[in-house]
């Protein structure tokens, strides 16, 4: 049996043309039995009318009809848009000469057939045409589908002649891209060059034309010209025949105007990585310098001159807080960015925002003999927001124009309340300035402006962009004015008022003595808990020391603590799981322990009161913090 009669041939529809009542019903039996849907018309009349109406695959029709010629009707169907796709096999008994086959075929019929037609002979020609058919259609679809790829992907599609490069098409992408019409680049093909960056155009002209030798040909270059400059890759390779003959160049051209964007941000937090560790080692090791000479003035001057150890004593304190204030800078970057940082929001007056922030920058203040002015409202203003965040904004805005002020400048603090429900608190300083490019930035995570005379580095830029993300947290803004070198500047921020509460006057308690206890110290830095062991012990507590949680738990065990000061990140068995192990056995169910630890996030202090910490204070812990930590409960 023919393969082709085991196909599934009932969806095809052929329409059967012959004004002989026998041979049309040879033919469509013939039809019949191979599966197809067949449909008759017995003249060419009716022939044009039911293939405009039924759309058969196929006219099976003979030449001589009784009102109009076979051929003919063959003509009407194929020039009709209706029908032209209509596949059209002509029959004929009587005309079947060579001259007849020719004028048949010349009229538009796929193919001719001369009587008398085999059964098989007839299917199979039936078959053929309709494989033709799939075929042309699957390639009609093939090329529907690549024109609309083509029309609507971002890149342009080029495709070239091999041997002159002559162009045979563009992708509309081509008028969005290059900013030229397709129109003038089919009549002057080279008219993509004139997009092309002048600085890159040669470079890029010769290399295209040097393809043919090459056959590479993969550039990155700009269009446009300064104002207006987009990047592309372009790309292009040969196109082969079934022979692995190139007959075609095709060519891609990418905008790639991003992706460069992104490199050169890329490029640029990269150099400013490298100056920010650069300032960073700078930053730590400038005050280790007077720490290390203060400690050198004590173990050499005698204990007779107090007043030596005492500056040396107040040298050490002032490098320790600012090292403190570097670190707790870093640590809330790094929360900002990663949205971990909260706010502790309350109603606060005014005073007990500005008093904490000026006490911060005192020693500063005094050290490089600036005069501070301060203009605060006469009657309370409250706010509603989170103190110590408050404090630090101010102090940030304080310390920055400290650094940026000669000895011996003026900076003032004034607050106004330029709407009843809106306080601007400015910072002015008659500092060295800001020039127009810095104050476009400065408010960004590491800018550096420029330096005081006696101050070539100071600070990790990080201060003022602390400032805009808590001001902007607190749903305030912050603007600076300067109006250049040498001019001063100002800081003002605006932020909403809080209408003053009805407060309840409360006495103070006063705070319960704090005791003599014993206490138990952990701590695998040996330095750091041997020095505060002496200092507790010449409080009059008794202390003991351990390094690593199986002598701490050995220690705690035969000397039953009080309290427990208790370092997390321990050798082996870390601080957490050290508290875990103590609050499991009744004897510390009620041992206070305090954790000291270098790690302070909201995450790590809520892993300290899982674990059964009572305290967390973080490294290097202010002593007062340490003593409340230690007082008992009233």
Known sequence: MNKDT???????????????DGARYVKTRILQSAGFAVIEAANGTDALEMARKQAPALVLLDVKLPDISGIEVCRRIKADVATCTVLVLQTSAALIGRDDKIRGLDG?????????????????????????????????????????LTENIEDVFWMFGVADHQLLYASPAYERLFGRTL???????????????????????????????????????????????????????????????????????????????????????????????????HELRNPLSPIRSAVTLMNTVPATQPEVHQRARDVILRQVDHLTHLVDDLLDVARISQGKLTLRQQDVELHAVVDPAIETVKALFEARGHVLTVDLPPQPVWLHGDPVRLSQIIGNLLHNAAKFTDPGGRISVSATLPQPDRIRIAVTDNGIGITSYNLARIFDMFAQGASTRDRVHDG???????????????????????????????????????????????????????????????????????????????????????????????????????????????????????????????????????????????????????????????????????????????
Request: hydrophobic residues 40%; aromatic residues 6%.
């Open 6 to 20: 085991v196909m599934d041939n009932s969806s095809i529809l052929i329409l059967n043309v012959d004004d002989n």
């Open 108 to 148: 538009g019929a796929d193919n001719y057939l001369a009587a008398p037609i085999e059964a098989d002979e007839l299917i199979a020609n039936v078959n053929a045409l309709l494989r033709l058919q799939r075929t042309q259609m699957d390639l009609r679809n093939s090329e529907e589908r690549f024109r609309q």
């Open 183 to 281: 129109a003038q680049l089919q009549q002057t093909p080279d008219d993509w060059l004139a997009a092309v960056h002048t600085e890159d155009r040669a470079l890029v002209q010769a290399d295209w034309q040097d393809f043919s030798n090459s056959g590479h040909y993969d550039q990155e270059f700009r269009l446009g010209q300064e104002h207006a400059i987009r990047w592309v890759r372009d790309r292009a390779f040969l196109v082969r025949d079934d022979q692995q003959r190139p007959y075609r160049i095709a060519r891609i051209t990418s905008d790639i105007s991003e992706r460069k964007n992104m490199e050169g941000l890329l490029r640029q937090a990269d150099e400013h990585k490298d100056d920010f560790l650069a300032t960073l080692a």
């Open 460 to 634: 990790l830029g990080i201060g003022l962009s602390l400032v805009s993300k808590l001001v902007e947290m607190h749903g305030g803004t912050v603007q600076v004015r300067s109006d250049g070198i040498g001019q001063g500047s100002t800081f003002t921020i605006e932020l909403p008022l809080q209408q003053p509460a009805v407060v309840t006057p409360v006495v103070a308690e006063a705070a319960p003595e704090l005791g003599a206890q014993r206490l138990l110290l952990v701590d695998d830095n040996i330095d750091s808990v041997g020095v505060m062991a002496e200092l507790l012990t010449l409080m009059g507590h008794e202390v003991h020391t351990a390094h690593n949680a199986e002598d701490a738990l050995a220690l705690a065990r035969a000397q039953l603590p009080q309290t427990i000061v208790l370092d997390l990140g321990l050798p082996g068995t870390d601080g957490y799981a050290l508290a875990r192990m103590l609050r499991a056995e009744p004897a510390f169910a009620h041992t206070r322990l305090i954790a000291h630890t270098g790690y302070g996030s909201d995450q790590d202090r809520e892993r300290t009161r899982a674990a059964g910490f009572d305290f967390h204070l973080v490294k290097p812990a202010n002593f007062d913090d340490l003593e409340q930590a230690l007082r008992p409960v009233a």
